[in-house]
Nanobody, 121 residues
């Protein structure tokens, strides 16, 4: 399986972006698709996750109420809708596939290349 993230860009504070993550191979109902982000000089942090089977979602406190993740099983794609963006949301965003829910990057074994999101003040 390969993951391809897209949709990053430059946006003003308060604006919105939607990231997409397309999977080239099969995603099973037991898998979890996660979104992480890494700002310059910082560790990679959990942002959101969705269970492929059932669609239950999980969010970091810092994005709750502003970001929404969803999946399209037919398209094998997961999305991250980001609203009310803040300068501190600036980071490279990654999607990843894990075998179970975890907030730790190390528990995800397949990663896409990141997409840069820059929020200007």
């Amino acid at each position: 399986v390969q993951l391809q993230a897209s949709g990053g860009g430059l946006v003003q504070a308060g604006g919105s972006l939607r990231l997409s993550c397309a999977a080239s191979g099969r995603i099973f109902s037991s898998h979890v698709m996660g979104w992480f982000r890494q700002a310059p000089g910082k560790e990679r942090d959990f942002v959101a996750a969705i269970r492929w089977g059932g669609g239950r979602t999980y969010y970091a406190d810092s994005v709750k109420g502003r970001f929404t993740t969803a999946r399209d099983s037919a398209e094998n794609t997961v999305y991250l809708q980001m609203n009310s963006l803040k300068p501190e949301d600036t980071a490279v965003y990654y999607c990843a596939r894990g075998n179970g829910l975890s907030y730790a990057p190390a528990q995800y074994n397949i990663w896409g290349e990141g997409t840069l999101v820059t929020v200007s003040s």
